[in-house]
Nanobody
């Protein structure tokens, strides 16, 4: 059973930073892509960043230059480094992955130049940025 557990969220001031972590357990070998998406109350889900199987990264225009997605392969942890946070970054953040087997439901993580149709995602971690 694959599980993704996010952590690292919190409440910060505008301009500060946070690093989100996503610990994966279970069989995640062969993932086609990893991604982060977010959703704020009353707003549509928004793709934030994607890391594909070749190590290429793509970002939403709204976070490009401020956020960095990365993965520790040995520990099987996905990260999202978020710098220069803005109030509009306030949302629940979710990590997701697309595995070749399992997961009957999908969520599309889409950013400019990148798509990850994920069949596993976590419960989310809240990020709140105040001005």
């Amino acid at each position: 059973q694959v599980q993704l557990v996010e952590s690292g969220g919190g409440s910060v001031q505008s301009g500060e930073f946070l690093r989100l972590s996503c610990a994966a357990s279970g069989y995640t070998y062969g993932s086609n892509c990893f991604g982060w998406f977010r959703q704020a109350p009353g707003k549509e889900r928004e793709g934030v960043a994607i890391l594909d199987s070749h190590g290429n990264t793509n970002y939403a225009d709204s976070v490009k230059g401020r956020f960095t997605i990365s993965r520790d392969h040995a520990e099987n942890i996905l990260y999202l480094q978020m710098n220069s946070l803005k109030p509009e970054d306030t949302a629940m953040y979710y990590c997701a992955t697309a595995l070749p087997l399992g997961g009957s439901q999908y969520v599309r993580v889409e950013v400019r130049h990148g798509v990850c149709d994920a069949n596993y995602w976590g419960q989310g971690t809240q990020v709140t940025v105040s001005s």
